[in-house]
T-cell receptor, first 113, second 117 residues
């Protein structure tokens, strides 16, 4: 079983739509969770961290379910500029510092006019 | 502020040649990571350094790959000899780790697109 699994998509949605991505992770010892965004032929960039209580950043909402080892990202009122690949990332903490980032292969989103 | 700097941005070489990729982390960061990204395998960690010391190199594919970090502002990833299956995008990332913080954001460089013919 892969450590971090995501639906590769692509998700093709119209502008203004709400879209949700899911991610599952296999290591129950994972402690930190993130969503990264990667544009075509660019480097990954941190979109947001994911906290146990859930967190929101503008149109983006991230949720974590530790019992089910499941992470989600919800994008509301999607924009053309949201078109990208969204990478689910988990990590463990060693000695108070972040350990290796384990990346999912990403879910591709394409927002159409 | 300058981000993570990688060079070259593109490299085309022939099988058997030595390839050296370079990375300058963000000033003040004490952790440096080398990743490889392919369509088939996604983004994989190759090796990471903390305070210039290699901490985990379990992701390095084989002995043909080596990485060094001689000082806090420079790292190299070398492939010798290169093979066509090494063709990928190689990313360097840096972060500041420690101080009891539970999240240390990694900042990625623009990557080196390597093609081995």
């Amino acid at each position: 079983r892969k450590e971090v699994e995501q639906d590769p998509g692509p998700f093709n949605v119209p502008e203004g739509a709400t879209v949700a991505f899911n991610c599952t992770y296999s290591n129950s010892a994972s402690q930190s969770f993130f969503w990264y965004r990667q544009d075509c032929r660019k480097e990954p960039k941190l979109l947001m961290s994911v906290y146990s209580s859930g967190n929101e950043d503008g149109r983006f909402t991230a949720q974590l379910n530790r019992a089910s080892q499941y992470i989600s990202l919800l994008i509301r009122d999607s924009k053309l500029s949201d078109s990208a690949t969204y990478l689910c990332v988990v990590t463990m903490i060693y000695g108070g510092s972040q350990g290796n980032l384990i990346f999912g292969k990403g879910t591709k989103l394409s927002v159409k006019p | 502020d300058a981000g993570v700097i990688q060079s070259p941005r593109h490299e085309v070489t022939e099988m058997g040649q030595e390839v050296t990729l370079r990375c300058k982390p963000i000033s003040g960061h004490n952790s440096l990571f080398w990743y490889r990204q392919t369509m088939m395998r996604g983004l994989e960690l190759l090796i990471y350094f903390n305070n210039n010391v290699p901490i985990d190199d379990s992701g390095m594919p084989e002995d043909r790959f080596s990485a060094k970090m001689p000082n806090a502002s420079f790292s190299t990833l070398k492939i010798q000899p290169s093979e066509p299956r090494d063709s990928a995008v190689y990313f360097c990332a840096s972060s500041f780790s420690g101080g009891g913080r539970s999240t240390d954001t990694q900042y990625f460089g623009p990557g080196t697109r390597l093609t081995v013919l």
